[in-house]
């Protein structure tokens, strides 16, 4: 147990609906990520914070909006939700700052119909 | 944004076989780690190997950074050692660029 949990496992949904993946760390480290998988692929960045109320964008961020109101937290809103969506979500948070090693939560599979 | 290629994309192999994953990486990263995916999807740490070399039982990991690659070293490889094996770069800001993987099949 890498001390990061992710809520819900598993969501269906419907096209247009929004919803909001949480993450949560025991710890208190400053770098956390959501990445999303694709069948068959590796993991692209969607969002990352280097600390509470600081956010920045990764790679596909469209339709995706995160906050960080505590350290701890830091929930993925899927704002409208497509089909393009549907993917497994993973949270993640890194130690030492911006240079240690990165753990994953394990995961939420997303289906939106 | 720095590319990242692992080979092979798939590897099917005998149990007790020995096996090397490549990583090859476009530019300077300030470390790397290497994760197993399992059946089940969970991502499991490896390796952090920004340079150097590490050893883990059964598994090791070379990073040479000034020529940017990795290898990750299966040996006498078991059933249980199949899934996906991403290696994952840090440039700066903290974040990751990922490989698309090498998907390892260990037959009985």
């Known amino acids: 147990d890498a001390g990061i949990t992710q809520s819900p496992r598993y969501k269906i949904t419907e096209t247009g609906r929004q919803v909001t993946l949480m993450c949560h760390q025991t710890w208190s480290h400053s770098y956390m990520f959501w990445y999303r998988q694709d069948l068959g692929h590796g993991l692209r960045l969607i969002y990352y914070s280097a600390a509470a109320d600081i956010t920045d964008k990764g790679e596909v961020p469209d339709g995706y909006v995160v906050s960080r109101s505590k350290t701890e937290n830091f929930p993925l809103t899927l704002e409208s939700a497509t089909r393009s969506q549907t993917s497994v979500y993973f949270c993640a948070f890194r130690t030492s700052g911006g240079a240690g090693e990165q753990f994953f939560g394990p995961g939420t599979r997303l289906t939106v119909l | ?108």
């Open chain 2, 1 to 108: 944004g720095i590319q990242v290629e692992q080979s092979p994309p798939d590897l099917i192999l005998q149990e007790g076989a020995n096996s090397t994953l490549r990583c090859n990486f476009s530019d300077s990263v300030n470390n790397l780690q290497w994760f197993h995916q399992n059946p089940w999807g969970q991502l499991i740490n490896l390796f952090y190997i920004p340079s150097g070399t590490k050893q883990n039982g059964r598994l090791s990991a070379t990073t040479v950074a000034t020529e940017r690659y990795s290898l990750l070293y299966i040996s006498s490889s078991q059933t249980t050692d199949s899934g996906v094996y991403f290696c994952a770069v840090n440039t700066n800001a903290g974040k990751s660029t990922f490989g698309d993987g090498t998907t390892l099949t260990v037959k009985p």
